[in-house]
DNA sequence: TGTCATTGAATGACGCGTCATATAGATTGA
DNA sequence: TCAATCTATATGACGCGTCATTCAATGACA
């Protein structure tokens, strides 16, 4: 029987979808255009530049982003390929690899950045 | 320069993230599952199971859910492959379609709709 | 009525994320 | 030390959503 409570969930729910979509959508596109670089991209982007220090990243990018472990070992190619970032082979366990911005890296994150937080800051609220 | 608004920003949205991500995935693994159909097509079929009796459909499909257009198209393809939707051509204006659930669909959306009722109370708190 | 712009929907090319797998390196324990 | 197992990442096939485009029907207006 579907309960006014249900009703409720439902509208809940869809009212997530839209902020979520119209957010994402807004900062995807955002980045797209004046930086030539989607959200998830972006957001890898972030993870390295905060975690500048800590070690054998691959791993840990994993476990901060709701991406699966091959969407972030692709997302990371892109990164590579345009030269905003470098894969580092780890010495204490060779499977493993860290990562490091490179300078254009560090450079774009700090400007993107800026634009990101604004835009999250104008679709939060 | 990083604030600690900044910070704040960034761990709400990625907070968000989280638990759309978690929210959705779920719920579409469940569906998949159990009923063999995803979220998005779930959604659809809701939809035009709430909205029995308005006219022309396709289109008002399109203004109440964060799909494009085309999306819209491919998964009323899917659904309709499936046999649980079907397209009416719309009289009054021959561009239009409007759809219908099947017997199939009616049954299937009331007994799905309670499992993603439950995930969703599960999942939204 | 004939043209031109607009609208509803479908389609194809394309990029990305996912799943299942592959590969290489590490670990365990007999 | 050698299997067996496990772990970190990469890769390929595949499905789906998006964008740009197309097509048909409609509307507007001379």
Redesign the interface.
Not at 16 to 23: E, G, K, L
């Given at each position: 029987m579907?309960t006014t409570h249900?009703r409720q969930?439902?509208e809940?729910?869809r009212s997530?979808?839209?902020?979520?979509?119209?957010?994402a959508?807004a900062i995807d596109r955002a980045l797209e255009a004046k930086f030539d670089i989607g959200l998830n991209e972006f957001e890898i982007l972030?993870l390295v530049a905060e975690s500048e220090e800590s070690a054998c990243r691959m791993k840990a990018l994993g476990e901060r982003t709701?991406m699966t472990q091959s969407a972030v070992s692709k997302v990371v190619d892109r990164l590579e390929k345009a030269g905003l970032v470098s894969r580092q082979t780890c010495v204490d366990d060779r499977r493993s690899l860290f990562l490091e911005l490179t300078e254009a890296g560090r450079a774009l994150h700090s400007t993107a950045?800026v634009e990101h937080?604004a835009l999250?800051?104008e679709n939060?609220g």
């Open positions: 579907a249900d969930l439902v809940q729910w997530i979808q839209n902020s979520y979509f119209r957010t959508g972030d709701p950045a937080r999250l800051k939060l």
